[in-house]
């Protein structure tokens, strides 16, 4: 067996947010009996050099993770409606399995 083979993604999702672009990628344990997720934020800081930034997230921590997100982003959501005329319209972007596309709605849309 190749010894780097659990590096490999077995998931991979690419999200292009204006000069950064982040990657979901789901990785196989050495021992190939667990999972664990790499969120790397990618910026181009040169004409071919990039600025790379990356969390490891462990099935663990998973939940919580995920609720800290949501509590972050309602945070912002709820601040930025409380002046919507000083800030710009939040944007949410639904994307996921049961998706075919990425879907991006002003929130005057979802609302």
């Known amino acids: 067996m190749d010894t780097t083979a ?63 997100l949501a509590e972050a982003v309602d945070f912002v959501h709820d601040e930025l409606a409380k002046n919507p005329d000083e800030a710009p319209a939040p944007v949410l972007v639904i994307a996921g399995e049961d998706v075919e596309e990425e879907a991006v709605l002003e929130a005057e849309e979802v609302a």
Do not use: N, P
């Open 6 to 68: 659990y590096k490999d993604e077995i998931f991979s999702k690419r999200v292009r947010a204006g000069k950064r672009t982040y990657f979901f990628d789901v990785k196989a344990t050495k021992s190939e009996k667990d999972f664990y997720i790499t969120i790397t934020e990618s910026k181009k800081v040169g004409e071919t050099e990039f600025q790379k930034h990356k969390i490891f997230l462990y099935k663990e921590d998973f939940e919580k993770f995920a609720d800290a």
